[in-house]
């Protein structure tokens, strides 16, 4: 008997449901052997092993994992998902062919190289990223401009943002960018719609876009290196730290915060950044960077000595100077090794994602930290607290999501903070001597998900 349109949408969504709940399943496994302390070091890969088999244990699957960077991690992985019984799938994306061609040589293996956009692919999208970016004239806009991408939406896109950017530019100035960007023209990119560049190619394009803004502005968008790959970025929790570091000033009768948001605005037109969540007054609440954009970022910040990532996916040499901007993105002993080895005595602002056992012993007693972002961390004592009351410069705390149950009377002598976020802790009451606190702009705490507000004093 054929099934109604009312039947066949509640199946649909119930399998869509069912795929939720083990996402989800799949995730909390994968989360919880990376964090908790019982499998630090050697048992955590073993541990995870154990908890996919039982979680996996006689069910068919299905798992998409993105952009691989490591034929190694790769191979860890396969081998981390237990053979199922049933008809299964793993369907990995990498930008890398020695990631694509590392296979146990198993019955069902396939490896499919994405095909590039055609030509008048390639000119629609070019076209519907520059109107996002609010440019006008595209008509004066070269068809090499997007041709030289080689059918490459982020290549697209970027050159888009960059050309609505400059208005004023002429068609024989565009023609002149694009063989300086590519001076082999013999090889003549995007001819037939479908040349292939290059990382080092696609590198060059995200540079002069880069290169191009503002000096200001591309000091905010450096600063997205302290944030993990492919996390989702607060806006307020970005521009708030823009403030706190000094990057944004008072201009043309505007505010900090209204320039700050500018400057936002800007990189999004940029497309430097790409919004993901959005507030119900259609303002963007959280962005997130593309990794081959982040991938330069991080590269000139670690260039010019702006922020010193240990961790996480990037592999960077340890500075050869002091240390100014530290982020620390992975909780092992080595990494906590690496940081004791270097001069952070002129650190100004510290952010840590994972665990408080990463952290160098001394660095919560630097006099001359501005910014100290803990969002998230696990491993949070009542000495840290001590620690951060004694940070007399402190411009911007956020202790979000940590097991902070208390702040103490000595908060009071942070007279130069500006913003305290104690969002989603145990925290439900200040201290009196908060009031003391005359510089204080942003007070953020309670909890939305059970509905409790925070006690002022």
């Given amino acids: 008997m054929p099934q109604s349109s009312s039947q066949k949408q509640e199946r649909a969504d119930g399998i869509l449901g069912r795929l939720k709940q083990g996402a989800s399943a799949f995730a909390a496994k994968c989360c919880s052997a990376g964090t908790s302390e019982e499998t630090r070091g050697e048992t955590k890969l073993d541990q995870l092993k154990k908890d996919l088999k039982e979680h996996f244990d006689n069910n068919s699957y299905l798992v998409l994992i993105d952009d691989v960077w490591s034929a ?152 997205l290196s302290i944030f993990p790959k492919g996390q989702k970025i607060s806006t307020k929790r970005l521009t708030r730290r823009w403030i706190a570091e000094g990057f944004v000033a008072e201009k043309q009768g505007l505010s900090v915060e209204d320039v700050a948001e500018t400057y936002f605005n800007h990189l999004i037109r940029r497309k430097i950044i790409r919004p993901v969540e959005h507030s119900s007054n259609g303002k963007v609440k959280k962005c997130i960077v593309h990794d081959m954009v982040l991938e330069h970022i991080v590269a000139k910040a670690s260039e010019e000595n702006f922020i010193t ?51 160098p012993s001394h660095s919560f007693k630097f006099g001359i930290v501005q910014v100290l972002d803990l969002e998230g961390c696990t491993g949070f ?33 942070l007279e130069n903070l ?22 204080l702009v942003n007070i953020l705490g309670g909890d939305k998900s059970t509905r409790r507000a925070l006690k002022l004093p």
Avoid at 317 to 325: G, N
Avoid at 389 to 399: A, I, P, T, V
Avoid at 423 to 431: G, H, M
């Fill in 72 to 223: 190694t991690t790769w191979d860890q992985i396969r081998k981390s998902l237990p053979p199922s019984k049933q008809r299964s799938r793993i369907i990995v994306t990498t930008r890398f062919q020695a990631v694509a061609t590392t296979r146990r040589g198993e019955e069902g293996d396939h490896t499919r190289k994405v095909v590039p956009l055609g030509i008048e692919e390639s000119e629609k999208l070019f076209k519907q990223a520059f109107f996002e970016s609010k440019g006008n004239k595209v008509d004066k806009v070269p068809k090499e401009v997007w041709k030289m991408c080689g059918g490459l939406p982020l290549a697209i896109v970027t050159m888009a943002g960059h050309v609505a950017c400059n208005p004023n530019k002429s068609e024989e100035e565009w023609l002149k960018a694009c063989k300086s960007l590519f001076p082999e023209s013999g090889k003549d990119h995007g001819k037939d719609g479908r040349k292939d560049l290059t990382q080092e190619e696609v590198g060059r394009i995200v540079s002069r876009c880069y290169n191009d803004m503002p000096a200001d502005i591309k000091t905010c968008s450096l600063y």
């Fill in 309 to 359: 990532v240990v961790g996480g996916n990037w592999l960077m040499q340890p500075p050869s100077s002091k240390v100014r901007r530290l982020s620390l993105q992975e909780s092992d002993s080595k990494r906590a090794n690496d940081t004791e080895k270097m001069n952070l005595s002129h650190v100004r602002s510290l952010t840590m994602f994972g665990s408080l056992n990463q952290l």
């Fill in 381 to 413: 004592k009542v000495h840290h607290t001590v620690d951060i009351c004694k940070m007399l410069l402190l411009k911007y705390l956020s202790l979000r999501r940590t097991d902070t149950k208390q702040l103490p009377k000595a908060i009071g002598k």
């Fill in 418 to 439: 500006e913003t305290l976020d104690i969002r989603e802790t145990n925290v439900v009451e200040l201290p009196k001597t908060v009031c003391q606190l005359e510089r």
